[in-house]
């Protein structure tokens, strides 16, 4: 997977995360992992999970936190 498309997916991921930080963390958490699992396309939350999913480091600590709760779409 190309490098540029991983800078896209943790930016925008670093995002949803800025917005929700404001919030109690356990609720920005669940906000962040809701908001990539309403409207990123399965194939996006397939790449992420492939990219950050062995090494979330790069991720903002709150999506590292919500890591876990991003469905991972069936494979078609």
């Given at each position: 997977?190309?490098?540029?498309?991983?800078?896209?997916?943790?930016?925008?991921?670093?995002?949803?995360?800025?917005?929700?930080?404001?919030?109690?963390?356990?609720?920005?958490?669940?906000?962040?992992?809701?908001?990539?699992?309403?409207?990123?396309?399965?194939?996006?939350?397939?790449?992420?999970?492939?990219?950050?999913?062995a090494d979330p480091?790069?991720?903002?600590?709150?999506?590292?936190?919500?890591?876990?709760?991003?469905?991972?779409?069936?494979?078609?």
């Amino acid at each position: 997977m190309r490098t540029d498309e991983a800078t896209r997916l943790a930016h925008m991921s670093s995002q949803i995360a800025t917005f929700f930080q404001a919030w109690p963390e356990d609720q920005a958490i669940a906000a962040i992992a809701g908001h990539i699992n309403q409207f990123w396309a399965p194939p996006m939350r397939r790449d992420f999970i492939a990219l950050f999913g062995a090494d979330p480091a790069p991720l903002h600590p709150l999506t590292r936190r919500a890591l876990p709760l991003i469905r991972i779409p069936a494979a078609r």
